[in-house]
């Protein structure tokens, strides 16, 4: 029978895992990390803390979890990077803790699939049944939203937000708010059209999804209306539905962000002006 923690494996005194997590062959697993129920850690997995995962996780070789930031702001403060359940997180992925003055963590939800060659910089949130290709790369602070979809060799600027149930196609560069529902490409990546794949697969009503597609010509379509008129316009009709409501919220805390981006809002230049990933 397989030892439940290989013998090569590095394990902290003060780490605590629960007894039925799986840890392979030359892990490294450091203070103040805690691994919750049902967890896997396959060969070659560094974590260091501090660092909480939760239940039932899958975490592949040479993945590395809790490293400090790549900050030049932070000053070796103790954040730490948490981990919901459920999660796939493969090969050479990194995720690193945060910042102090980012609100000291990273936070990862639950059923996420983070793919090979994955980078999530410090004080990221990324929300539940996010699905992140190989090779893609969040700068510090972005928020990824419940649903989204990455696809390979995104390249995404610090303090993004990726909507909810949007997709960004392979190889795009992201300077700027992903709205969600929405499909965006390109470099840099803009609006194409509604993710009706996601919507069908989350069986939406089919005129729930022909209203969002009139809010997507509105907004991103109809070049002689500007988009807060077009909103406007839209949060007129009595029977508008939550989810382009959602749209139009989103779309003007994004006008109103420094570059495109609504959590840029309340820096100050120093700190826009600090290196970081």
């Known amino acids: 029978m397989q030892p439940r923690i290989h013998p090569t494996a590095i394990i902290h005194t003060k780490a605590e895992i629960d007894p039925s997590v799986r840890i392979g062959p030359y892990c490294v697993i450091g203070e103040q990390v805690r691994i919750g129920r049902g967890t896997v850690l396959h060969n070659h997995v560094t974590v260091q803390g501090p660092t909480e995962i939760g239940e039932d996780n899958t975490v592949y070789p040479y993945a590395v979890l809790g490293a400090e ?30 910042t ?35 090779g893609s790369m969040l700068g510090g602070h972005c928020c990824v939203e419940f649903g989204a979809v990455l696809g390979g060799g995104v390249g995404v600027h610090h303090f993004a937000t990726i909507g909810t149930l949007s997709f960004i196609g392979g190889m795009a560069r992201v300077a700027k708010d992903v709205p969600p529902y929405i499909v965006v490409e390109g470099s840099p990546a803009e609006p194409r059209k509604v993710n009706t794949t996601a919507l069908v697969r989350r069986r939406w009503h089919p005129e729930n999804i022909e209203r ?12 002689s209306v500007p988009a807060l008129v077009a909103i406007g316009a839209l949060r007129a009709d009595p029977e508008q539905t939550p989810e382009v409501h959602r749209l139009c919220d989103f779309v003007e805390r994004t006008q109103i962000g420094v570059h495109g981006r609504q959590q840029e809002r309340g820096r100050t230049s120093s700190e826009r002006g600090t290196a970081g990933d």
């Open 212 to 223: 969002m597609r009139t809010a997507y010509r509105l907004i991103f379509r109809e070049s």
């Open 69 to 98: 930031p790549q900050d030049l702001k932070f000053q070796g403060g103790e954040t730490t990077l948490v981990i919901g359940h459920r999660n796939k997180i493969r090969e050479h992925a990194t995720i690193h803790r945060g």
């Open 100 to 134: 102090e003055v980012g609100g000291n963590r990273t936070v990862i939800g639950s059923d996420c699939m983070i793919m090979v060659g994955v980078h999530v910089a410090h004080d990221c949130t990324i929300e539940d049944e996010v699905i992140i290709a190989n």
